[in-house]
């Protein structure tokens, strides 16, 4: 059976109308006063991406002339070159100029910072916002973000020469590191600190065939009376302030999926609804046979086997089936679009399944479906009463995917490799090797990629004679790898990745069997002849 609406949906409570977004409308011409207070650190609300929904943040950076700024939301979103008429000063905020009382810093400041709680490497950043504990707010150059930094993990640079400058309490105070180490050591901060709950971020995705009306939606739910939505060609999201009906009435910002309904894009749903909490599935109530065919085939990726991924991260979520376009000629109730689409007896029988139409313009009165509100009260409702459930559903879904993801990256990499060393390094039939080196200038580009030689800097110049600074391990790689300028360029990031501290560094040992896996997995000898 169906599920029906639960109890509360009739007991008086906040209707879904009284929560969601207002069309957009013009921000105020800002004060000469207001304008000048718009420098980093000011606590601002902002039009999100121009949807007409306001979120609270901060001024992250103020680029160019000042009429752009890039933003850091207090929900960990950030959005960059933000213009000047979608950003309202909070009132109750204080000026980014006013003191900080806390060792010499301020939003604003460039600093240096210790990624990942002390536990990482040194990187350029900028202090956003101090919380009443001492503890930092900052967003790294290359567009990261980290909260709760303690400020013995913050060096603060001269404006004109990015030199550290010594400020009591931070990273360049011998004493305040001292006594941070010795009162709270990172293991035993680890083992004494539990972890925060994670906030309630709730995610819908909207799923259904293309052409069903999903992007109409989103836009009538974010205030748009009259959608004219394009054709999704890509993953979009939005972001809409909702009340979790409830015991608590819980206010949540909960971010919509629109993903698109093309066969071509089917297959990737699996990596999107893994990080969904509910469900809602689109249909076309007025289609033909074909378009009906299409919808049964989409809803049968989320009814499919459970060895199926798509499948396996959609069953048991919340799931609201609608049957759409209602005001269409020749629109089939609700119960008969769900049956042709083969939702009974696919194990989703406790879909909520409504009739209803999307388009705000489109309804007898002009206004947001009255049955569409429901249905979304009662999906929102299963999210609040199942979010324990639900979102360590999510968290073990992401954790799967990012480990599919990451052995998808190796297994790449293993394969890159091997046909470096079989296409360009070694061909067969006598072809024509591709981008190799002589011995002296491989072992000077390698040299030069694991930063040992830099000719440039002659405090960092070596010579040929000393193999530019390469040990024997390394020239036996070089050896290994043919010369190969791209082969060479892979074994250097293995051994110094650039990037952040989370990928490892391998050592050269493991760096050289590698190798000889691949040469071997390529068809040639393991050892050189």
């Not at 604003?108 to 350029?124: D, F, L, Q, R, S």
């Not at 429901?374 to 609040?384: F, I, K, S």
């Not at 002589?438 to 004679?465: G, I, V, W, Y």
Request: proline share 7%; net charge negative.
């Amino acid at each position: 059976a169906l599920a029906a609406a639960p109890e509360w949906a009739a007991a008086g409570r906040p209707k879904l109308a009284d929560f969601l977004a207002p069309a957009a409308t013009p921000a105020a011409e800002a004060s000469p006063a207001a304008e000048a207070s718009l420098a980093v650190g000011t606590k601002v609300t902002v039009n999100y991406k121009k949807s007409g929904n306001y979120f609270s943040g901060s001024i992250k950076k103020v680029n160019g002339t000042g009429n752009k700024y890039d933003i850091a939301y207090d929900d960990g979103d950030s959005e960059n070159n933000v213009t000047r008429d979608r950003i309202r000063l909070d009132a109750d905020a204080p000026l980014a100029d006013a003191p900080i009382a806390d060792a010499g810093l301020a939003p604003g400041a460039c600093v240096e910072v210790k990624y990942k709680g002390g536990t990482g490497n040194w990187y350029p950043a900028t202090l956003v916002s101090a919380g009443g504990d001492g503890l930092w707010s900052v967003a790294y150059d290359d567009g990261e973000s980290e909260a709760g930094v303690m400020a013995v993990h913050v060096k603060l640079l001269d404006a004109k020469g990015g030199k550290p400058v010594p400020v009591p309490g931070t990273a360049t105070d011998p004493e305040a590191i001292a006594a941070a180490a010795q009162s709270a050591p990172v293991s035993a901060k680890k083992n004494a600190l539990p972890s925060a709950p994670r906030a309630k971020k709730p995610v819908v995705a909207l799923v259904g065939p293309a052409g069903c009306g999903k992007s109409t939606l989103l836009q009538a739910m974010g205030g748009n009376p009259d959608p004219k939505p394009r054709p999704t060609s890509g993953f979009g999201q939005k972001k809409l302030p909702f009340l979790l009906p409830g015991a608590d009435a819980e206010e949540v910002t909960v971010h919509w999926y629109d993903l698109p309904g093309k066969a071509g894009f089917r297959p990737n749903w699996a990596g999107y609804l893994g990080e969904a909490h509910a469900l809602v599935f689109v249909a076309d109530a007025a289609a033909d046979e074909e378009a009906m065919a299409a919808a049964a085939e989409a809803l049968a990726l989320l009814t499919a086997s459970d060895d199926a991924e798509c499948s396996r991260v959609a069953r048991g979520k919340p799931m609201l089936f609608l049957a759409n376009k209602q005001d269409a000629p020749g629109a089939l109730e609700a119960s008969q679009v769900a049956a042709k689409c083969g939702l009974l007896g696919g194990g989703l029988e406790q879909a909520k399944v409504i009739g209803c139409t999307a388009h705000p313009a489109k309804t007898p009165g002009g206004d947001f479906d009255s049955g569409l509100e429901g249905g979304l009260e009662w999906l929102l409702g299963e999210v609040a009463a199942r979010w324990g459930e639900l979102d360590q559903r999510v968290k073990q879904d992401e954790a799967r995917e990012k480990a599919r993801q990451e052995e998808e990256k190796k297994d790449r990499h293993r394969r890159v490799m091997e046909k470096v060393l079989r296409e360009k390094a070694f061909p067969l039939d006598e072809a024509e090797k591709e981008a190799v080196f002589s011995l002296e200038d491989a072992e000077e580009f390698l040299a030069m990629e694991l930063l040992l030689h830099d000719p440039q800097n002659p405090e960092k110049t070596r010579t040929a004679e000393e193999h530019w600074g390469l040990g024997s391990e390394a020239q036996a790689l070089c050896r290994l790898v043919g010369y190969q300028k791209m082969a060479m360029m892979m074994v250097a990031e293995m051994i110094n990745p650039e990037s952040k501290p989370s990928k490892r560094s391998w050592t050269w040992a493991e760096v050289e069997a590698y190798v000889k896996d691949r040469r071997e997995a390529a068809g040639l000898s393991r050892d050189l002849e």
